[in-house]
Every structure is written in C-alpha cells, then in structure tokens.
C-alpha cells in the first residue's frame, strides 16, 4: 500500500467517525445542553492532545512554545465555541440541513480571505463563490412561505468556523501544525470548563456510554485526520470532507426521519460543487506563488 493511499485511507476513516459523532452528538443534544455534552467531549480532546503533545520532540515544553499566543488562544476558542453551535444545529435543524449549509464554509474562506490575508481572488474563483452562495440561498428558501429563523443559527456557525480556518492559516505561517493542534485541545478544554459547569446536567446511566463514545471517536477522528494531513495536501483532503453531506443525510434520514427537500438536495450539489473549485484554485494558485517564489 503506498502512502498515498494511506493517507486517503486516514481521511476516510477520519470523516466517517467525525459523521458517526455528529449523529450521537445530535442524540445527547436533544435531551441535555449543548455546551455540558461540548464540556465532557472537550476533556477526552483536550486529554488526548496532551498525551500526544508529551510525545512529540522536546515534549509539551516544545510543543507549547508559540510565537502568535493570542491568535492561538483565539483559534480554540473559536473552535469550542464552533462545536456548540454544531451540535446545537443538529438538534434543533437537523443533520442533513446543518450540514448542507456547513459545506459553503470553503466558499466563506475564499471570500474573508481576501480582506483579511489579502489573497487576490481572480473571476474564476469568484464565479465559484457567486454559484456558492446561489446554493445557500437554494437551501435557506423558506418552505410554506415563512423563513426558519433558526437556520440563522447554522449561517453564524459557518462564519464562525470560516474565521477560525483563517486564523489557523494566519498562525501556520509562524508555529508547527502540532502546535496549533495542541492548543486547540488544551485552549477549548479550559474555554469549555470555564462555562460548561454552568449546565451540569446529571446524566441516565445508559446515555453516559453514549458520551463516552462520543470522546472515543473525537479523539480517533481528530487522531486519523492528522495522518492524512501527514501524508496528503489540504487541497486532497478537503473534497473528501463532503461526504460528510452524504453521510449526514443518510443518517439524517434513516434513524431521525428528515426529509430533504429539491430545493436542499439542488443547493447543496451546487455549493459542493463550487466549494470543491474554489478549493481546487487555491491549490492551483498556491503551487504557482511557491513555484515562482
């Protein structure tokens, strides 16, 4: 097996476990708090980081030093506070819709980047993010007449995400890609500790194997995610991560009886679409900036 294939392997795994843990997030979510079921998630993350982290050359010591700490501390917050308003989409709009509305976040990367990592856009790529956004507007169309004001909710969890892959971007010109990961462990753990007692909620003895499944397959998705950065480039990995549409609606449909709609199943090939262009650019213009460099 070559490394290649490894490494699509890795991201494979990582995408179908991170599916597995939207659906039982969703499960948790529609009975306890968001925020208590991101808390206790957070613990085995942020755990695992550090053991990880141990590991590394020069230990947690080496790992640790950065030379952006504020835009790192900003980046786990994001990111924590990312995790809640996804699981809070799941239960309240559902896998399928949250997720369709999720895949534009590429889209909303190419657009912030312009102002604030002062990437020139040439009119391919906005095309890209014009068809994109066509796309939500196809998956936001109100049914029956009225808006779903909660779908406003999935809208601010794309931005929200989108500035945190900025700033990620923006720090990986400076710190290690372990570095990174390590304080978006350690700085969400502590982020939602500070807030997460606040909505304690006891838990049924059945629904704790559920939590605990839910840590166990944060950790491994987050493990496998980064052999595949390890071996492959951003732009392979990237188009792989909308399966996760595919398998959102799968589950979505089969175990919690939504319903996808022409208009949602139209908007999203589109934005998938768009948003796979707009990646496949980058990586395109990006190889020619080294090159010429």
């Known amino acids: 097996m070559t490394s290649k294939t490894q490494g699509y392997i890795f991201a494979l795994l990582a995408i179908t476990i991170f599916s597995l843990q939207d659906a039982i997030s969703k499960h948790l979510a529609s009975t306890y ?31 640790a030093r950065t030379k952006r700490p504020l835009l790192q501390v900003t980046r786990g917050v994001l990111l924590a506070v990312q995790v809640v308003l996804a699981i809070t989409c799941f239960a309240v709009i559902g896998l399928a819709r949250s997720q369709a509305i999720f895949s534009a976040t590429p889209i909303l990367i190419a657009l912030l980047a312009m102002p604030i990592l002062g990437e020139r856009v040439g009119w391919r790529r906005w095309a890209a993010i014009g068809g994109g956004l066509f ?72 629904d704790w194997g559920w939590m605990a499944l839910v840590c166990m397959t944060s950790i491994s998705s987050h493990y496998f995610l980064i052999r595949a950065y390890d071996i492959l480039d951003a732009a392979a990995v990237q188009p792989l991560t909308y399966l996760s549409l595919v398998y959102a609606s799968i589950i979505g449909v089969t175990i919690y009886g939504e319903t996808l709609s022409f208009n949602m199943v139209v908007g999203s090939a589109i934005v998938v679409a768009a948003g796979m262009f707009t990646v496949w650019r980058e990586h395109v213009v990006g190889r020619r900036v080294t090159a010429a460099s």
């Open 33 to 63: 708090p968001p925020i208590f079921v991101t808390m206790i998630r957070y613990w085995a993350f942020a755990g695992f980081t550090i053991i990880l982290a141990s590991k590394m050359r020069g230990g947690l010591k080496a790992t």
């Open 135 to 206: 796309g939500v507007l196809l998956i936001l169309k109100p049914e029956g007449g009225f808006f779903d004001v909660k779908l406003l909710l999935a809208i601010i969890s794309c931005f929200n995400f989108a500035f945190y892959v900025i700033a990620t971007r923006l720090v990986s010109r400076n710190d290690s890609s372990m570095t990174s990961f390590f304080y978006t462990g350690v700085v969400g753990g502590i982020t939602m500790t500070l807030v997460g007692p606040f909505y304690w909620s006891w838990m049924a003895p059945g």
